[in-house]
């Protein structure tokens, strides 16, 4: 079964750093675009940044110029170098991706989500 899971996530003080991963597993023929996304308490889930296949990424501007998504392509797996880390970027954090199975079905996945809390 192909499922995506998150790790990395934790307790910082307010400019420290984090690195989240994403680890895809299953029947996986290609991984198309991965995302980072978030959710604070009481407020919607947003974008964080993004990654395709070949490796251009974006940010939101909440965290361009703070946080670093990259992949491997060889072990499925996504990140999120997160430094400069501030009490605002307290949050769920979730990945998704965009993958085919080994049929060719296409769908996008997510992952059951890391808490990241920034207090001093």
């Known amino acids: 079964q192909l499922q995506l899971v998150e790790s990395g996530g934790g307790l910082v003080q307010p400019g420290g750093s984090l690195r989240l991963s994403c680890a895809a597993s299953?029947?996986?023929?290609?991984?198309?675009?991965m995302g980072w996304y978030r959710q604070a308490p009481g407020k919607q889930r947003e974008w964080v940044a993004g990654?395709?296949?070949?490796?251009?990424?974006n940010y939101a501007d909440s965290v361009k110029g703070r946080f670093t998504i990259s992949r491997d392509n060889a072990k499925n797996t996504m990140y999120l170098q997160m430094n400069s880390l501030q009490p605002e970027d307290t949050a769920v954090y979730y990945c998704?991706?965009?993958?085919?199975?080994?049929?060719?079905?296409?769908?996008?996945?997510w992952g059951q989500g890391t808490q990241v809390t920034v207090s001093s």
């Open positions: 990654i395709i296949g070949g490796g251009n990424t």
């Open positions: 998704n991706g965009d993958i085919a199975n080994n049929i060719g079905v296409r769908v996008v996945y």
């Open positions: 299953g029947n996986i023929r290609i991984i198309y675009t």
